[in-house]
């Protein structure tokens, strides 16, 4: 195999890494911060790539507009969801059920409102390549990866260097000696909630410009990203984007080396050996 | 759910009746769509059953059911051609069987596996499974169609001889989950799911349990594909390792119910009925908004399905009933106070250590036959962390542990259970979905005794009216107050039949009333032939019954000896007071 | 400053606390002593309001607090040195500190407070950027000390601070606790350790079962009886 062709299957490794590691960061938030595995964070992540493609394709508004509109109003889908799974007092495993239910309803709606056929946003923005000497660097895919990363860098940040960062890790070492010292945990997990929606509607944005669509194709997306989450160890922003990586290169690789359809491989057969060998780590 | 008090067999011969019914069903030429309709049924009650005996009974979710479902159906697909069908069955079974205890084998020994690392773990499985299946001959690609397959001729219309066998392997599954539920190991199996360290402290061989449970789940997983690869007869990966398929499996024992054998199967007709009768258009677009609906009402409404809904509103209208209950007779024999005897247990030089504190720095100790010993000291001298790694829960870094005259210290819990050693909690840990019967139950079938199910159960209530709470065998744990969750950890200690009875901090907790009668029955779990270690802050309760007394102080023991000298030594003083030089 | 009336406090359906009335002065430091299992953190925990009172009532500076979450409660100046620490065992030292002046009206003091405390715990400074699960007990109980003065409370809880310490350690906490209290802070101090506590208090109660059953100067508890009878079950 040519140095080129090798190359440019790292690049797109990459990419696709940096989508899974966007898609996978909301999901590490609130696994870790409000115990909630939550499954229906992919059906955010599809009902904002259909609305995406609904309103900068057929609505003709530019893309990064739409992102910016997306972005707040699954803001308020992720803090109702979080409403609703504290009114109940939903724990980890319930969540899994809960959210899978609530996943099934987004897709019927979805499926209700656009069919069941594969849908393609059309749209001139950002179209074709950058060229670097022998590589392509597709426009769109560059902007999603700079956006996956800088999103993961910032949210990493966050949590690590604000007021809220720092009150949402002693909420999570301990609740009750939190809020002793003055943390109200509960406002807090209503805002990680609402940030978790908003990344699925940026991660949902990106999709419907450098995917086709179908409803069915949520369930598509779960191994790997909940692979990227997990090997990324719950919880940490710059874990999912490492992991995310380490997929998207490893999938690429076994692609260009053996069969396309060997991709799923490499992944998750490292992430058995990690669960099975060092548990503690996620 | 709980075991009948008197074993019936009253669904195990409903499960037979239904399985004749079923077969004779061909001969009546029904329509091939009622046919294929009752054979998807089946189908999903085979599959859904089988989820259950690992996932529902033991609490270990599995998103990889798809996993040992798909190498039942591609061993049909490829040995279909050559081998008769009960080979291709069989095939399909125990290579399922064997992937799943071999997977068992590996994850459940890794301690403190959390549920939901399990569940992703085998969903990690089938993708990579079906990965290698789809990149190897098993498949290559393209999928592999079934239409060399020689059916045995049953019934002169295929379609009707794959129903049969559908049928067949649904109700097979039935009563597998029947028998194993109204077992000794189905009740370990619940005792798992409730809480899996007092389980095995009671006896029960939990590693070896989960292993059996996932290797029997798989086969009838197996099984169940190797059938359906017949009826799909083109079988694909993408479709065999949908992850809808493990899913649905979940949503359909989840809504009727996962501890009972029968609620899988509620479940899987109600959904397969719903897809299967609103069809075309947005008619299956409502019945699958149905669907997600009733996952999520379910599950904040009804956790235990619909037939732990029923089962709750039977208990409580047979409730009356119960308080009827013949009282059995007086306590087990009580013998005389035996004299103190040999040294049961000894335990050598123990050093524990977390993270670099001290637990336990160097223990050496010796308990008598018959004695009853206190164990003192300030809070968080290592008298629980002792407790702990006698009954097993922990293992010391250091020292030897002998159990009468032997070495027990590389012992799992339950076998150190088997051989005589029970302890109570301080907080009560009862199994929370079974009866208080029940619990009982699990520590004399498990634990030193051994007994099999209906000497267990006629000793356990024997023990429960020993410790006055045989009125409330049929209750749930949750429904008894503190002191008699506290006298249902004891009827468990006693129950179990050891030699050795630890109890920690019985006394905590209680009223001055309560106290009386617990010390009372310490005294006679005594006199009953245990030898009892006693832990208490209780002081006036340790020198009202303890024979001798350790004390432990930073992990190491600082007294031992007759318990009112003991307390009068100034190193004891100065570990309870501060230093000994405040008090003149 | 701090009064308790007759409270009554469960766990489920056992009570811990019977009819406990208690009283601390403005400026004082007084203790509450009484062997394991007689209730002390139980005690703690519902003046922390981490539990709720079944029967009674807590005052604090006149203010009925009774029925205050444990946000209201650090915003009235209330700060609490729990049983085992209970660090931020996963964050650094400090963050764990920082943490102390979460509120917005303390995070002012931020950068001054953390000068206080390091001047205090020179080690502390060393660590600063360790993670506090990692420190060796006597580090963590600094820490914690450390975490409460953040919050410049006018009345500090302290729970069992001797616990699990070696004995040199134990002296050192109780010279901090006494210069805390010089400094002007309200202190009420629940500790096993009686002879250690009673040499830094001003006025003592002993609790046994859940009751009060002696209460006095540090001097006259000293002589009496029901100290012995209720740790080492003298006079059963």
């Known amino acids: 195999m040519s140095v080129t062709l090798l190359g440019q299957s790292i690049l797109s490794g990459i990419f696709s890494g940096s989508l899974y590691a966007l898609l996978g960061l909301g999901l590490t938030l609130s696994w870790r911060y409000l115990k909630i595995i939550n499954l229906a964070h992919f059906a955010f992540i599809f009902l904002a790539a259909y609305l995406t493609y609904q309103l900068a394709g057929p609505g003709g508004l530019p893309p990064l507009l739409v992102i910016a509109l997306v972005a707040p109003l699954f803001f308020v889908m992720g803090y109702a969801q979080q409403a609703f799974l504290e009114h109940f007092k939903v724990d980890e495993f319930a969540s899994i059920i809960i959210t899978f239910g609530m996943t099934i309803l987004a897709e019927t709606f979805i499926q209700w409102i656009w069919s069941a056929d594969f849908v393609r946003l059309e749209?001139?923005?950002?179209?074709?390549?950058?060229?670097?000497?022998?590589?392509?660097l597709p426009k769109q895919e560059m902007l999603m990866s700079a956006a996956a990363l800088a999103l993961c860098l910032v949210t990493a940040a966050?949590?690590?260097?604000?007021?809220?960062?720092?009150?949402?890790?002693?909420?999570?070492?301990?609740?009750?000696?939190?809020a002793s010292f003055g943390v109200p945990n509960k406002k807090l997990s209503l805002l990680i909630a609402g940030i978790a929606g908003a990344l699925a509607?940026?991660?949902?944005?990106?999709?419907?410009?450098?995917?086709?669509?179908a409803p069915s194709q949520i369930y598509s997306w779960f191994g790997v990203v909940l692979a990227a989450v997990l090997l990324g160890r719950v919880g940490s922003a710059t874990g999912v984007f490492a992991a995310g990586l380490l997929i998207g290169v490893s999938e690429a690789i076994t692609m260009a080396v053996t069969a396309p359809a060997w991709a799923p491989l490499a992944p998750f057969t490292l992430l058995i050996l990690i669960l099975v060998f060092w548990p503690e780590r996620v | 759910?709980?075991?009948?008090?008197?074993?019936?067999?009253?669904?195990?011969?409903?499960?037979?009746?239904?399985?004749?019914?079923?077969?004779?069903?061909?001969?009546?030429?029904?329509?091939?769509?009622?046919?294929?309709?009752?054979?998807?049924?089946?189908?999903?009650?085979?599959?859904?059953?089988?989820?259950?005996?690992?996932?529902?009974?033991?609490?270990?979710?599995?998103?990889?059911?798809?996993?040992?479902?798909?190498?039942?159906?591609?061993a049909t697909a490829n040995l279909g051609a050559h081998a008769p069908l009960w080979v291709c069955l069989l095939a399909g079974g125990l290579i399922a069987a064997v992937l799943g205890g071999a997977v068992g084998f590996?994850?459940?020994?890794?301690?403190?596996?959390?549920?939901?690392?399990?569940?992703?773990?085998?969903?990690?499985?089938?993708?990579?499974?079906?990965?290698?299946?789809?990149?190897?001959?098993i498949d290559g690609g393209p999928g592999v169609s079934l239409m060399g397959v020689r059916l045995p001729r049953i019934y002169a219309n295929p379609s009707s001889t794959i129903y049969l066998l559908g049928a067949l392997v649904a109700m097979g599954s039935l009563a597998t989950a029947w028998l194993v539920q109204y077992s000794s190991f189905g009740r370990g199996l619940f005792a798992i799911s409730d809480d899996e360290d007092v389980a095995e402290i009671l006896g029960v061989p939990t590693l070896g349990f989960k292993v059996a449970a996932l290797a029997l789940s798989s086969f009838l997983a197996g099984v169940a594909g190797a059938v359906h690869a017949l009826f799909v007869s083109y079988v694909t990966v993408g479709e065999t390792f949908s992850i809808t398929v493990p899913l649905f499996v979940l949503l359909m024992s989840v809504l009727g119910g996962a501890r009972h054998w029968l609620g899988p199967a509620i479940g899987a007709i109600f959904v397969t009925t719903l897809t299967n009768a609103l069809v075309g258009g947005d008619w299956a677009l409502a019945a699958r908004a149905l669907i997600g609906v009733t996952l999520i009402v379910a599950t904040l409404y009804l956790p235990e399905g619909v037939i732990g809904f029923l089962a709750h509103r039977f208990r409580a209208r047979a409730k009356p009933a119960l308080a009827a209950a013949p009282i059995v007779e007086p306590a087990p024999e009580v013998g005389p106070k035996r004299p103190i005897g040999d040294v049961l247990l000894q335990c050598d030089d123990v050093?524990?250590?977390?993270?670099?504190?001290?637990?336990?720095?160097?223990?050496?100790?010796?308990?008598?036959?018959?004695?009853?010993?206190?164990?003192?000291?300030?809070?968080?001298?290592g008298k629980s962390t002792l407790i702990n790694v006698i009954s097993g829960f922990y293992r010391p870094d250091a020292g030897r542990l002998v159990f009468a005259g032997s070495d027990v210290t590389a012992d799992a819990g339950h076998r150190r259970a088997r051989r005589g050693i029970a302890r109570t909690f301080q907080i009560p840990r009862p199994f929370n979905r079974l009866s208080v019967l029940d619990n009982v139950v699990v520590a004399g079938q498990f634990g030193a005794r051994g007994l099999d199910h209906g000497a267990a159960l006629a000793q356990a209530q024997e023990w429960l009216s020993f410790v006055g709470l045989d009125a409330r065998a049929q209750a749930l744990p949750k429904e008894l107050n503190l002191h008699q969750r506290k006298f249902l950890e004891l009827a468990r200690a006693l129950a179990s039949g050891a030699r050795l009875i630890m109890l920690d901090e019985v006394l905590a907790g209680l009223t001055p009333a309560e106290i009386t009668t617990a010390i009372d029955m310490v005294r006679k779990i005594h006199a009953s032939g245990a030898t009892i270690i006693f832990v208490e802050h209780n002081m006036r309760a340790v020198l009202a019954l303890t024979d001798r007394l350790v004390v432990l102080n930073q992990g190491q023991i600082i007294a031992q000896g007759d318990p009112r000298a003991v307390m009068q030594d100034p190193l004891v003083i100065s570990a309870y007071l501060g230093d000994a030089d405040a008090h003149p | 400053m701090l009064i308790l009336e007759n409270l009554d406090v469960y766990y489920g359906e056992a009570r811990a606390l019977a009819n406990v009335s208690l009283t601390l002065g403005d400026g004082e430091i007084a203790c509450v002593i009484g062997p394991n299992g007689a209730g002390k953190t139980t005690l703690v925990n519902a003046l922390a309001?981490?539990?709720?009172?079944?029967?009674?009532?807590?005052?604090?500076?006149?203010?009925?607090?009774?029925?205050?979450?444990?946000?209201?409660?650090?915003?009235?100046?209330?700060?609490?040195?729990?049983?085992?620490?209970?660090?931020?065992?996963?964050?650094?030292?400090?963050?764990?500190?920082?943490?102390?002046?979460?509120?917005?009206?303390?995070?002012?003091?931020?950068?001054?407070?953390?000068?206080?405390?390091?001047?205090?715990?020179?080690?502390?400074?060393?660590?600063?950027?360790?993670?506090?699960?990692?420190?060796?007990?006597?580090?963590?109980?600094?820490?914690?000390?450390?975490?409460?003065?953040?919050?410049?409370?006018?009345?500090?809880?302290?729970?069992?601070?001797?616990?699990g310490l070696a004995p040199v350690v134990i002296t050192q906490v109780f010279e901090t606790i006494k210069a805390i209290h010089a400094s002007g802070v309200s202190i009420l101090l629940i500790e096993q350790n009686a002879a250690k506590a009673l040499s830094v208090s001003q006025r003592a109660y002993v609790l046994d079962c859940g009751a009060i059953v002696a209460q006095g100067s540090p001097e006259e508890l000293r002589q009496s009886r029901e100290i012995n009878a209720a740790y080492l079950g003298a006079g059963a």
């Open chain 1, 123 to 136: 749209t001139h923005f950002l179209r074709g390549s950058w060229e670097l000497g022998p590589f392509f």
């Open chain 1, 158 to 178: 966050f949590l690590r260097f604000t007021w809220i960062g720092k009150a949402l890790r002693a909420g999570l070492d301990n609740p009750q000696i939190a």
């Open chain 1, 201 to 213: 509607g940026v991660g949902g944005a990106f999709m419907a410009l450098l995917f086709t669509l």
């Open chain 2, 1 to 74: 759910m709980n075991a009948p008090a008197v074993k019936s067999y009253r669904g195990l011969v409903a499960i037979l009746a239904a399985t004749l019914a079923f077969a004779a069903l061909p001969l009546f030429q029904p329509s091939p769509f009622l046919e294929s309709f009752l054979y998807l049924l089946f189908f999903w009650i085979a599959l859904a059953t089988s989820w259950t005996i690992l996932s529902g009974f033991t609490g270990y979710v599995s998103f990889g059911h798809g996993a040992f479902y798909g190498a039942g159906v591609y």
């Open chain 2, 106 to 137: 590996v994850v459940f020994r890794v301690r403190r596996l959390r549920g939901e690392l399990f569940a992703l773990l085998t969903l990690a499985l089938a993708i990579v499974l079906a990965t290698i299946i789809l990149n190897t001959p």
């Open chain 2, 351 to 381: 050093h524990l250590a977390f993270r670099g504190v001290r637990a336990l720095n160097g223990v050496t100790l010796e308990v008598r036959e018959g004695e009853i010993l206190g164990l003192v000291g300030p809070n968080g001298s």
């Open chain 3, 49 to 163: 309001r981490l539990l709720p009172v079944r029967a009674g009532r807590i005052r604090l500076g006149g203010e009925d607090i009774t029925h205050l979450t444990p946000q209201e409660l650090a915003d009235r100046g209330l700060a609490l040195i729990p049983e085992g620490r209970r660090l931020f065992t996963t964050m650094t030292v400090e963050e764990n500190l920082e943490l102390g002046c979460y509120r917005p009206a303390a995070r002012a003091h931020r950068a001054q407070g953390l000068e206080g405390i390091y001047a205090m715990f020179p080690i502390l400074r060393e660590r600063r950027w360790q993670i506090a699960g990692t420190l060796s007990g006597g580090q963590q109980q600094m820490v914690a000390i450390g975490r409460a003065l953040m919050a410049r409370p006018k009345l500090l809880l302290i729970d069992e601070p001797s616990l």
